[in-house]
T-cell receptor, first 114, second 110 residues
Framework: DTGVSQDPRHKITKRGQNVTFRCDPI?????LYWYRQTLGQGPEFLTY????????KSRLLSDRFSAERPKGSFSTLEIQRTEQGDSAMYLC????????????FGEGSRLTVL | TQLLEQSPQFLSIQEGENLTVYCNSS?????LQWYRQEPGEGPVLLVT?????EVKKLKRLTFQFGDARKDSSLHITAAQPGDTGLYLC??????????FGAGTRLFVKA
């Protein structure tokens, strides 16, 4: 299976700790997106990359959040000094060139901050 | 303020019934997608509509894009328990960023 994969699927951490999520997109896709989804809501855009360049960041992405895609392949999303409000599902998606709006999502990484 | 408003927020029906869910906006979209999401999983793309007035069918699901490309509907015929899930509409306005509605949570009882 060559779909989008995310790791870890679940993460429980204590407030103040740092966490990092990894996303491996579909190999031929050059765009990679991070979304956050809380209970009862649709996914909210956080940031996206075209190849290794981070082209847009949401205001939701505070200075405690950083995302990288160093070689234009996999991406990491790090949250520093986690807060309880960071508890959510973090979704990664990729899309091919010739953007049609279609996103292919991974299974998500669920974060619980105690 | 949600750019894409979905209604109803929640729908519980009996197996075999028909239903329609709606996705509305005051903005024009280059394309609009429908996704289905199950608990603990990522959204799965069902369909993309691009042309105003376009109708697409996927087995028992019928998707329509409004003439002005501001709204869409999803109609399910003879719903089955396997249709249970969160249905999300999403749209892009040509800037490589897709935004999502809050979703319609559908529960189909056997």
């Amino acid at each position: 299976d060559t779909g989008v994969s995310q790791d870890p699927r679940h993460k429980i951490t204590k407030r103040g700790q740092n966490v990092t999520f990894r996303c491996d997109p579909i190999s031929e896709h050059n765009r990679l997106y991070w979304y956050r989804q809380t209970l009862g809501q649709g996914p909210e855009f956080l940031t996206y990359f075209q190849n290794e360049a981070q082209l847009e960041k949401s205001r939701l992405l505070s200075d405690r959040f950083s995302a990288e895609r160093p070689k234009g392949s996999f991406s990491t999303l790090e949250i520093q000094r986690t807060e309880q409000g960071d508890s959510a599902m973090y979704l990664c998606a990729s899309s091919p060139g010739g953007f049609t709006g279609e996103l292919f999502f991974g299974e998500g990484s669920r974060l619980t901050v105690l | 303020t949600q750019l894409l408003e979905q209604s109803p927020q929640f729908l519980s029906i009996q197996e075999g019934e028909n239903l329609t869910v709606y996705c509305n906006s005051s903005s024009v979209f280059s394309s609009l997608q429908w996704y289905r999401q199950e608990p603990g999983e990522g959204p799965v793309l069902l369909v993309t509509v691009v042309t105003g007035g376009e109708v697409k069918k996927l087995k028992r699901l019928t998707f329509q894009f409004g003439d002005a490309r501001k709204d869409s509907s999803l109609h399910i015929t003879a719903a089955q328990p396997g249709d249970t899930g969160l249905y999300l509409c999403a749209g892009d306005r040509g800037g490589f960023k897709t935004i999502f509605g809050a979703g319609t949570r559908l529960f189909v009882k056997a």
